[in-house]
Protein backbone atom coordinates (compact mmCIF):
# COMPACT_ATOMS: atom_id res chain seq x y z
CA UNK A 1 0.00 0.00 0.00
CA UNK A 2 1.37 3.56 -0.64
CA UNK A 3 2.12 5.40 2.91
CA UNK A 4 2.47 9.09 2.86
CA UNK A 5 5.12 10.71 4.84
CA UNK A 6 3.51 14.06 6.46
CA UNK A 7 3.91 16.27 9.56
CA UNK A 8 0.49 17.72 11.09
CA UNK A 9 -0.55 21.65 9.28
CA UNK A 10 2.81 21.31 7.01
CA UNK A 11 2.72 21.28 3.00
CA UNK A 12 1.93 18.02 2.77
CA UNK A 13 -1.56 18.64 4.55
CA UNK A 14 -2.28 19.43 0.43
CA UNK A 15 -1.16 15.94 -0.64
CA UNK A 16 -3.13 13.96 2.75
CA UNK A 17 -6.61 16.16 1.06
CA UNK A 18 -5.47 15.07 -2.32
CA UNK A 19 -5.60 11.25 -1.31
CA UNK A 20 -8.70 11.58 0.55
CA UNK A 21 -10.41 12.95 -2.41
CA UNK A 22 -9.36 10.46 -5.11
CA UNK A 23 -10.22 7.39 -2.51
CA UNK A 24 -6.89 5.62 -3.14
CA UNK A 25 -5.81 2.92 -0.30
CA UNK A 26 -2.49 4.80 1.38
CA UNK A 27 -1.21 4.51 4.61
CA UNK A 28 0.22 7.54 7.03
CA UNK A 29 2.91 8.20 8.65
CA UNK A 30 3.36 11.06 10.73
CA UNK A 31 7.33 12.81 10.43
CA UNK A 32 7.65 15.38 13.50
CA UNK A 33 9.94 18.32 11.77
CA UNK A 34 9.25 20.30 14.92
CA UNK A 35 11.77 17.52 16.85
CA UNK A 36 14.04 17.16 13.89
CA UNK A 37 12.70 13.86 12.82
CA UNK A 38 12.86 14.77 9.06
CA UNK A 39 16.98 14.72 9.84
CA UNK A 40 16.68 10.94 11.45
CA UNK A 41 18.52 8.50 9.65
CA UNK A 42 15.63 6.47 8.45
CA UNK A 43 13.61 9.21 7.14
CA UNK A 44 17.27 11.07 5.31
CA UNK A 45 17.17 7.24 4.28
CA UNK A 46 14.01 7.52 2.69
CA UNK A 47 14.24 11.61 1.15
CA UNK A 48 18.07 12.65 1.25
CA UNK A 49 16.45 16.15 1.09
CA UNK A 50 14.80 15.79 4.39
CA UNK A 51 11.76 17.27 3.59
CA UNK A 52 7.58 16.13 3.76
CA UNK A 53 5.55 15.24 1.53
CA UNK A 54 7.11 11.83 0.47
CA UNK A 55 5.27 9.43 -1.24
CA UNK A 56 6.26 5.80 -0.96
CA UNK A 57 4.36 3.76 -4.08
CA UNK A 58 3.00 0.41 -4.04
CA UNK A 59 6.31 -0.60 -5.71
CA UNK A 60 8.01 0.80 -3.08
CA UNK A 61 9.48 3.42 -5.35
CA UNK A 62 9.88 6.85 -3.17
CA UNK A 63 8.51 10.07 -4.80
CA UNK A 64 9.71 13.35 -3.83
CA UNK A 65 8.34 17.29 -4.66
CA UNK A 66 4.85 18.55 -4.08
CA UNK A 67 4.12 18.85 -7.47
CA UNK A 68 5.41 15.73 -9.16
CA UNK A 69 3.69 13.72 -6.16
CA UNK A 70 0.20 15.62 -6.89
CA UNK A 71 0.05 14.92 -10.71
CA UNK A 72 1.21 11.47 -9.95
CA UNK A 73 -1.83 11.04 -7.59
CA UNK A 74 -3.96 12.94 -9.93
CA UNK A 75 -3.24 10.49 -12.75
CA UNK A 76 -3.37 7.43 -10.85
CA UNK A 77 -7.25 7.98 -9.78
CA UNK A 78 -8.29 9.55 -13.07
CA UNK A 79 -11.83 8.66 -11.81
CA UNK A 80 -11.68 11.72 -9.23
CA UNK A 81 -11.33 13.76 -12.29
CA UNK A 82 -8.70 16.21 -10.84
CA UNK A 83 -6.27 15.69 -13.56
CA UNK A 84 -7.69 17.82 -16.73
CA UNK A 85 -8.32 15.99 -20.11
CA UNK A 86 -8.18 19.17 -21.89
CA UNK A 87 -4.25 19.92 -22.63
CA UNK A 88 -4.77 23.55 -21.86
CA UNK A 89 -6.12 23.31 -18.80
CA UNK A 90 -3.54 20.72 -17.41
CA UNK A 91 -1.30 23.05 -18.62
CA UNK A 92 -2.89 26.14 -16.81
CA UNK A 93 -3.21 23.39 -13.57
CA UNK A 94 0.82 22.70 -13.77
CA UNK A 95 1.30 26.60 -13.60
CA UNK A 96 -0.35 27.29 -10.92
CA UNK A 97 0.96 24.20 -8.69
CA UNK A 98 4.42 25.03 -9.73
CA UNK A 99 3.36 28.74 -8.60
CA UNK A 100 1.92 28.37 -5.66
CA UNK A 101 5.01 25.85 -4.48
CA UNK A 102 8.12 27.58 -6.17
CA UNK A 103 7.35 30.88 -4.99
CA UNK A 104 4.26 31.60 -2.65
CA UNK A 105 5.44 28.71 -0.22
CA UNK A 106 9.29 28.74 -0.67
CA UNK A 107 9.91 32.48 -0.99
CA UNK A 108 6.06 33.76 0.81
CA UNK A 109 5.66 31.72 3.67
CA UNK A 110 9.44 30.22 4.17
CA UNK A 111 10.01 33.75 5.09
CA UNK A 112 6.56 34.60 7.17
CA UNK A 113 7.47 30.80 9.09
CA UNK A 114 11.01 30.54 9.14
CA UNK A 115 12.52 34.28 9.06
CA UNK A 116 16.05 32.56 10.44
CA UNK A 117 16.88 30.73 6.82
CA UNK A 118 16.91 34.06 5.45
CA UNK A 119 18.41 36.35 8.18
CA UNK A 120 20.56 34.98 11.58
CA UNK A 121 20.39 38.40 13.39
CA UNK A 122 16.36 38.02 15.26
CA UNK A 123 16.30 41.83 15.04
CA UNK A 124 15.92 41.33 11.18
CA UNK A 125 13.30 38.88 11.49
CA UNK A 126 10.02 41.11 11.01
CA UNK A 127 11.73 42.79 7.91
CA UNK A 128 11.93 39.32 6.42
CA UNK A 129 8.16 38.04 7.37
CA UNK A 130 6.93 41.34 5.94
CA UNK A 131 9.05 40.81 2.81
CA UNK A 132 7.31 37.00 3.14
CA UNK A 133 3.45 38.67 3.66
CA UNK A 134 3.94 41.22 0.49
CA UNK A 135 5.34 38.06 -1.65
CA UNK A 136 2.02 36.21 -0.29
CA UNK A 137 -0.45 38.66 -0.82
CA UNK A 138 1.03 39.97 -4.30
CA UNK A 139 1.21 36.12 -5.36
CA UNK A 140 -2.65 35.45 -4.40
CA UNK A 141 -3.25 39.00 -6.54
CA UNK A 142 -2.21 36.48 -9.54
CA UNK A 143 -3.78 33.18 -8.39
CA UNK A 144 -7.20 34.88 -7.98
CA UNK A 145 -6.69 35.81 -11.86
CA UNK A 146 -6.26 32.74 -12.72
CA UNK A 147 -9.16 30.69 -10.46
CA UNK A 148 -11.57 33.70 -10.05
CA UNK A 149 -13.89 34.89 -13.10
CA UNK A 150 -12.94 34.97 -16.84
CA UNK A 151 -9.47 33.16 -15.86
CA UNK A 152 -8.29 29.87 -17.06
CA UNK A 153 -8.95 27.57 -14.08
CA UNK A 154 -12.20 29.50 -13.05
CA UNK A 155 -14.79 26.89 -11.87
CA UNK A 156 -12.55 23.63 -12.70
CA UNK A 157 -11.63 21.70 -10.08
CA UNK A 158 -7.76 20.34 -10.81
CA UNK A 159 -4.95 18.61 -8.93
CA UNK A 160 -3.78 22.04 -8.25
CA UNK A 161 -6.58 22.48 -5.74
CA UNK A 162 -3.94 20.30 -3.29
CA UNK A 163 -1.95 23.31 -3.69
CA UNK A 164 -4.15 25.79 -2.98
CA UNK A 165 -5.53 24.21 -0.20
CA UNK A 166 -2.04 24.38 2.21
CA UNK A 167 -1.15 27.51 0.57
CA UNK A 168 -4.97 29.35 1.36
CA UNK A 169 -4.87 27.28 5.22
CA UNK A 170 -1.41 29.02 6.06
CA UNK A 171 -3.18 32.24 4.37
CA UNK A 172 -6.65 32.18 6.33
CA UNK A 173 -6.00 29.70 9.47
CA UNK A 174 -2.30 30.11 10.11
CA UNK A 175 -1.08 33.56 9.09
CA UNK A 176 -4.40 35.16 9.31
CA UNK A 177 -4.06 36.91 6.10
CA UNK A 178 -6.32 38.26 3.66
CA UNK A 179 -7.45 36.10 0.77
CA UNK A 180 -8.76 37.13 -2.80
CA UNK A 181 -12.70 36.65 -2.54
CA UNK A 182 -12.53 33.38 -5.35
CA UNK A 183 -9.54 31.74 -3.27
CA UNK A 184 -11.54 32.18 -0.39
CA UNK A 185 -14.60 31.02 -1.33
CA UNK A 186 -12.14 27.92 -3.16
CA UNK A 187 -10.94 27.29 0.57
CA UNK A 188 -13.97 27.58 2.52
CA UNK A 189 -15.50 25.08 -0.18
CA UNK A 190 -12.30 22.54 0.36
CA UNK A 191 -12.52 23.52 4.09
CA UNK A 192 -15.72 21.96 4.70
CA UNK A 193 -15.58 19.33 2.72
CA UNK A 194 -15.85 15.77 4.06
CA UNK A 195 -12.14 14.96 2.62
CA UNK A 196 -10.88 17.86 4.55
CA UNK A 197 -12.75 16.71 8.22
CA UNK A 198 -11.10 13.70 7.62
CA UNK A 199 -7.48 15.10 7.19
CA UNK A 200 -7.63 17.83 9.80
CA UNK A 201 -8.91 15.20 12.42
CA UNK A 202 -5.99 12.61 11.13
CA UNK A 203 -3.54 15.57 11.70
CA UNK A 204 -4.95 16.74 14.82
CA UNK A 205 -5.33 20.26 13.92
CA UNK A 206 -8.31 22.43 14.49
CA UNK A 207 -7.95 25.10 11.80
N1 LIG B 1 9.92 21.85 -2.71
C1 LIG B 1 9.47 20.89 -1.71
C2 LIG B 1 9.16 21.64 -0.45
C3 LIG B 1 8.84 20.76 0.70
C4 LIG B 1 9.03 21.49 2.01
O1 LIG B 1 9.66 22.55 2.09
N2 LIG B 1 8.51 20.90 3.08
C5 LIG B 1 8.70 21.44 4.39
C6 LIG B 1 7.41 21.33 5.21
S1 LIG B 1 6.15 22.46 4.64
C7 LIG B 1 9.73 20.61 5.15
O2 LIG B 1 9.70 19.39 5.10
N3 LIG B 1 10.64 21.26 5.85
C8 LIG B 1 11.60 20.60 6.64
C9 LIG B 1 12.79 21.45 6.91
O3 LIG B 1 12.95 22.46 6.19
O4 LIG B 1 13.54 21.13 7.82
C10 LIG B 1 8.26 20.18 -2.25
O5 LIG B 1 7.69 20.69 -3.23
O6 LIG B 1 7.90 19.12 -1.77
Redesign the pocket.
Known sequence: MMTLYF?P????IGIHLLLERTGLAYERRR?D?RA?E??EPWFTALNP??????LRRDDGCVL??????ARYLAAAAPEAGLLPTDPEHRLRADELTEYL??TL??QG??RI??PA?FVEDPAGHEAVRAQGRAIVQDGLAIVERQIGPGGPLADIRTVADAALF?ILFWTIDRAGLTAPPSCARLYAELRASEAAERVFAAEGITP
Open positions: TGACSVIGNRKAKVPVTEFPVIVAHMFSFRKY
